[in-house]
């Protein structure tokens, strides 16, 4: 694999969430969402979520549903395995859990913080927990791993 | 007859509708848009989770409406989704098959595919808590 390939970024830059995020979350599915950058650190990404009417889930009375919670947790965990790698490579989502612990209260922004707790040269190991409010009091948890497809994390 | 119920407000605002019924189990479809992209070119993972999730519902609310319990209220526990193919600028379907429905909770099944029904592109189990309404 050559550095041509495995650096999409020019020579020298480390992925930026902060800037990426500016692009990333004003097309597609993580736009049209309303996903907004919050915060980062070195291998962790929190992306927003503010409530929308139009994302109520199955049991109404204005609870989001879970398919939006997703989404938020693949954006923000997703960034966390390049902030860490620090190269903007390709990858692909392998497997994604979440657990819900309770509902996302109506009228919440919900926050979704990412954490890549362990990248090999093809693999990236994700965490990560939304909530609402409170980081103590988490909406759902998440667990799950990305593969790159062109080039390598490390 | 169908047991079909209208599908939530999430559904409806990313284009979710049900295409058809298979032997009383509805099979959803979203046409591709940019709501749905993710990377340029691909449907986002979070979309195709979000329409497996809803197929996984209709699936359990049609069984639950079979045996007279169209009221239960439904509250997910989990899902596990694993992403087997990336999914491409067009048509996705969706089916849930209910595996398991007892008095408390619900294991379903839910599968993603597009041209090709039997290359799908993504499979979730999703486990329910079922709520008697009071």
């Known amino acids: 694999m050559s550095d041509e390939k495995r650096h999409v970024l020019p020579p020298g830059t480390r992925f930026d969430p902060s800037l990426a995020s500016r692009v990333m979350t004003r097309h597609g599915h993580g736009g049209w969402l309303g996903l907004q950058y919050h915060a980062h650190g070195e291998d962790w990404v929190e992306l927003a979520l503010p409530w929308r009417e139009d994302l109520v889930g199955i049991d109404g009375a204005g609870v989001l549903a879970s398919g939006p919670i997703i989404s938020l947790m693949d954006n923000a965990t997703s960034m966390s395995v390049w902030t860490k790698s620090g190269n903007f490579v390709p990858h692909a989502t392998l497997d994604l859990r979440v657990d819900y612990m309770r509902a996302a209260k109506p009228g919440n922004t919900v926050i979704g913080r990412g954490e890549c707790y362990k990248l090999t040269r093809t693999i990236s190991f994700i965490r990560g927990i939304a909530h609402d409010g409170d980081p103590a009091d988490p909406v759902a948890h998440v667990i799950g791993t990305f593969m790159a497809t062109h080039g390598s994390y490390r | ?134």
Do not use: C
């Open chain 2, 1 to 134: 007859m169908s047991a079909q119920q209208p599908l939530p407000p999430y559904a409806e605002a990313l284009g979710i509708v049900i295409d058809h019924d298979e032997a009383g189990e509805p099979v959803l479809r979203v046409e591709f848009s940019p709501r749905v992209q993710g990377r340029p070119g691909f449907l986002h993972g979070g979309a195709m989770s979000g329409l497996m999730e809803m197929a996984a519902f209709a699936a359990l609310r049609a069984e639950l409406a079979a045996r007279g319990e169209a009221s239960m209220q439904l509250k997910p526990v989990n899902i596990q989704v694993e992403f087997m193919r990336g999914g491409t600028e067009q048509v996705t379907y969706a089916k849930g098959t209910v595996t398991r429905a007892g008095r408390r909770v619900a294991l379903v099944n839910a599968e993603a595919w597009q041209d090709d029904r039997t290359k799908p592109i993504a499979l979730a189990q999703i486990k329910v808590l079922l709520i008697p309404a009071e």
